[in-house]
């Protein structure tokens, strides 16, 4: 009798600590999908630091979302799998971006997504009186993601009032930048947003066609972590 109301003391035990578990784990999640969608709606119709207006913006209040440092990331792409999304709220490529892939990972059977914030990760740089002048450096992290991932880097470029192209003489790693991780090896990935008409303005928002075009990236995405 004592060891029926022993077992049945450790089951109720182990249940609540499921439970509790279960009921902090969900509102870690909920904290992340609350601080993301505010993060990026708090920028609607508000200037990037090259005077674009960025896209107004309305993501769902649930989302898959989880923040993770820069730090956390270097060592998913080393060893862990994952889908790593290195994005900025005040960068309109990620903002064209981010609702779609949204969409596309709510109806799959992807957990979460790792996001981490770039904003304050990358040098940055300017142009003052027709030179490239450093205003921000790089943090170590930064440094290292961008030698680990050199093959998806570009030419660091700015483009003046007048439309001229100065090389800041780096390499750079543009948001955003998804990657599809499995047991350490990038399998998949998409970079930036797509291309966009003569005609068409980051903070435009895309069309049915290019918005069609992100959703194949992502479904590709998806499905070669699936496999």
Known sequence: MKKKKLYLFLGIAIAAVVLITSIIAIKVNNTDSAKFKKEYESLNGKKDENG????????????????????????????????????AANCNKSRNVIPIFLEKIEKSDVDEILYVDMTE?????????????????????????????????????????????????????????ILAVKLGTIVDYHSGSVELREDQDEGDGLTDLQKSELEAAFDRIIDNMGS
Do not use: M
């Not at 649930?62 to 820069?70: A, V």
């Open 121 to 177: 990760e990358r040098d940055l740089y300017k142009i003052e009186n027709g030179k490239v002048e450093e205003k921000k450096s790089s943090s170590d992290e930064y440094l290292e993601l961008l030698e680990l991932l050199s093959e998806y880097s570009e030419d660091y470029i700015l483009t003046d009032e007048s439309g001229i192209d100065h090389q800041v003489g780096e390499k750079r790693l543009y948001t955003p930048l």
């Open 52 to 87: 674009s207006t960025l896209q107004k913006l309305k993501l769902p209040k649930k989302n898959k979302i989880k923040y993770i440092s820069l730090k956390e990331a270097l060592n998913v792409i080393k060893e862990e799998s994952a889908i790593i999304f290195l994005g």
